[in-house]
């Protein structure tokens, strides 16, 4: 297992980062590295500047018009951006739904749906949890009656995150009451702005609106807009929910937000203290594995061995990552961590603490807000399942 980088990697690596340093605004890398709340425009317009270099889609196949990279490549330009303080990529339309329209989708979906998705022009939101069928997704009641030559949508899709900003939306929902829950499943796209569709915020803990309700009301949907076979969606729903988890897994913005913890426990002076320092090594060890679990699966890929089969493993030890550094954080702010002054952060605040530290403003909400990551993509009871039933056997 050769786990170093090639000549030719390097120099990718610094053509990446060169780029993304010329075209990555300075005021949102400076929210990104300060965690301060990120608008819709920031998060679209990095992505259209990604759209524009045909680097949005950088997981994509040329034949669809993505770059074509090694998956070592990919992972290097995950890490620079990520280092740079590029906002993450919202995910659910180059990173999950596009797979599967090039999987599964036909010609005229693909020529439709794909180029949106590459420009970053069009945001995609996710419907598969509904209230009563998250784990347990197979039991979703979500139902797709079939008229002519529509679909009629009836029921609720919930934890919709980013659903407030959607342009589009792809959806399991039951198409058949026949035999095994799984087997009556269709994944359908829907436009958001068709009538009967309702998007209602949830507030979070931490006082920000990134989730909401999606309620469908006799909503008619082109028989055009089914991805693939009728009942046939359990199975797309699997090969998306794959990229979701590795892509939970984050090790690049660990990698970056540890960083942060160092600068922040330096400013406050708690990185002279002995416990607190091991507490910050004991997670640096867990972030190197991690990376090093990543290498491993980039490694088997690259020598042409089939790639391992750790998705669940990669989210479960990803997501605790991100807690634990949230809460390092918290402790080492101390009492300057508690305000949450998330409407001075809609009014424009840039987290500027008169006699403080700006770096510690936003930790609360932070705080509470990664609370979500155990939970989100599968929750890390289930993938502990899932680790146990397909790594150990
Ligand atoms: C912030 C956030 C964003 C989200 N975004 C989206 C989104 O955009 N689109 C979308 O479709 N969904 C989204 N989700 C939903 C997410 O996928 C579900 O919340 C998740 O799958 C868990 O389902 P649930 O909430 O119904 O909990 P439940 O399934 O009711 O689970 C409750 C508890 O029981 C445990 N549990 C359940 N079954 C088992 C089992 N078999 N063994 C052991 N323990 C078990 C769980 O681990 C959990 O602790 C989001 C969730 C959050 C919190």
New binding site residues.
């Given amino acids: 297992m050769d786990l170093a980088f090639t000549p030719e990697e390097q120099k990718f690596r610094e053509d990446i980062r060169a780029w993304v340093a010329q075209n990555l605004p300075k005021d949102i890398s400076h929210k990104v590295h300060n965690a301060l709340e990120l608008t819709r425009d920031d998060m679209q317009g990095w992505a259209k500047i990604l759209g524009k270099k045909g680097w949005l889609g950088y997981g994509w196949p040329k034949e669809f018009g993505g770059p074509g990279w090694t998956a070592v490549q990919k992972h290097l330009f995950e890490e620079e951006c990520a280092m740079a303080g590029a906002p993450r990529i919202i995910p659910?339309g180059p990173v999950m739904v596009a797979p599967v329209i090039m999987a599964y989708g036909n010609k005229e979906q693909q020529e439709r749906l794909l180029p949106g998705i590459a420009s970053g022009e069009v945001w995609w939101?996710?419907?598969?949890?509904e209230p009563?069928?998250?784990?347990?997704?197979a039991s979703l009641r979500t139902k797709a009656e079939r008229k002519g030559d529509k679909y009629i949508l009836n029921g609720q899709?919930?934890?919709?995150?980013?659903?407030q900003y959607g342009d589009w939306m792809f959806n399991l929902v039951r198409t058949s009451n026949e035999g095994k829950p799984q087997t009556g499943i269709s994944f359908i796209v829907l436009d958001m702005k068709t009538p009967g569709v309702t998007v209602r915020p949830i507030k979070?803990l931490d006082g920000s609106f990134?989730?909401n309700d999606v309620f469908f009301d006799n909503v008619e949907v082109p028989v055009e807009n089914l991805i693939g076979e009728e009942n046939k969606g359990w199975t797309y729903a699997k090969h998306l929910l794959s990229h979701e988890r590795t892509n939970i897994a984050d090790v690049n913005r660990a990698k970056r937000e540890l960083e942060r913890l160092k600068r922040i426990a330096k400013t406050e002076g708690v990185y002279d203290d002995l416990r607190f320092r091991d507490e910050i090594a004991k997670l640096e060890v867990d972030v190197v594995a991690l990376e090093m679990l990543v290498l491993r699966v980039l490694s088997a890929e690259k020598s042409g061995k089939n790639p391992l089969d750790i998705a669940g493993l990669l989210k479960i030890k990803g997501s605790e990552i991100q807690q634990r550094y949230t809460e390092l954080m918290m402790l080492a702010g101390g009492a300057f961590s508690l305000p949450l002054v998330r409407e001075a952060m809609h009014a424009g605040w840039q987290g500027d603490f008169p006699g403080g530290n700006p770096a510690l403003a936003p930790l609360a909400s932070t705080f509470f807000n990664y609370r979500?990551t155990t939970?989100?993509?599968?929750?890390?009871?289930?993938q502990r399942?899932i680790v146990a039933q397909t790594v150990l056997g």
């Fill in positions: 659910f939101s996710q419907g598969y949890s009563g069928s998250g784990s347990d997704l899709k919930t934890w919709t995150t980013l659903g979070l990134e989730v979500k939970i989100y993509g599968g929750s890390n009871e289930v399942n």
